[in-house]
């Protein structure tokens, strides 16, 4: 069964400083693996995702994420946090040869940048 | 592009009444989805279609719930009975891409009392 974990419920950063949010996951075979943000009392809405190639993905807003086959991770990350990025993160991933019903969310890292 | 449109955004009804939410999705997009996110299960799919077919309904929770696509540009998902339980934020979402880039709405947040 696919699986995803987000292990901190919380990131605490100050703006301009370099931010980490975690994402570790299960699935057979090869993955699809996404990032998706979400401000309060809005949907949710794609940052990037990884499908195949290289293992550094850039996507929206200046965040990028890095493929870790041997680690079962894909760690979002930017190089300086802004106020404005705080909000909650949901990794996702989907196992290349399942539906979608099989895409599963994780439970969501809530990130708050302080000024 | 509107992106995906829901209404109602915000639904207060009494236990038993019933309810009707409805999803507008991104014109050209083959796949629309519903999701219902809780603070204690997280985000759930109920059932997704594609090209107005349901393929997946294996989420939704029980006979209350039904779910229609009568056209590319419409899907409804109906409540009836609604218990308090049922509280919940209740997402559209459609998509193109066949690997799992989703276009979210905004929402519709249901209250049972």
């Known amino acids: 069964a696919q699986s995803v974990a987000q292990p901190e419920d919380q990131v605490n950063v100050a703006e301009g400083n370099p931010l980490t949010v975690k994402c570790t996951y299960s699935v057979s075979g090869n993955p699809y693996l996404f990032w998706y943000v979400q401000y309060p009392n809005r949907g949710l809405q794609f940052l990037l995702k990884y499908i195949t190639g290289d293992n550094l993905v850039k996507g929206s807003y200046g965040f990028e994420a890095e493929f870790n086959k041997s680690q079962t991770s894909f760690h979002l990350k930017k190089p300086s946090a802004l106020v404005s990025d705080s909000a909650l993160y949901f990794c996702?991933?989907?196992?290349?040869?399942?539906?979608?019903?099989?895409?599963?969310f994780g439970t969501g890292t809530r990130l708050l940048v302080s000024p | 592009d509107a992106g995906v449109i829901q209404s109602p955004r915000h639904e207060v009804t009494e236990m038993g009444q019933e309810v009707t939410l409805r999803c507008k999705p991104i014109?050209?997009?083959?796949?629309l989805f519903w999701y219902r996110q809780t603070m204690m299960r997280g985000l759930e799919l109920l059932i997704y279609?594609?090209?107005?077919?349901?393929?997946?309904d294996s989420g939704m929770p029980e006979d209350r719930f039904s779910a229609k696509m009568p056209n590319a540009s419409f899907s409804t998902l109906k409540i009836q009975p609604s218990e308090p339980r049922d509280s919940a934020v209740y997402f559209c979402a459609s998509t193109w891409d066949h690997t799992g880039e989703l276009f979210f709405g905004e929402g519709s947040r249901l209250t049972v009392l």
């Open positions: 279609f594609n090209n107005n077919v349901p393929i997946d």
């Open positions: 996702a991933v989907r196992g290349m040869n399942t539906g979608f019903q099989k895409l599963v």
């Open positions: 014109s050209g997009h083959d796949y």
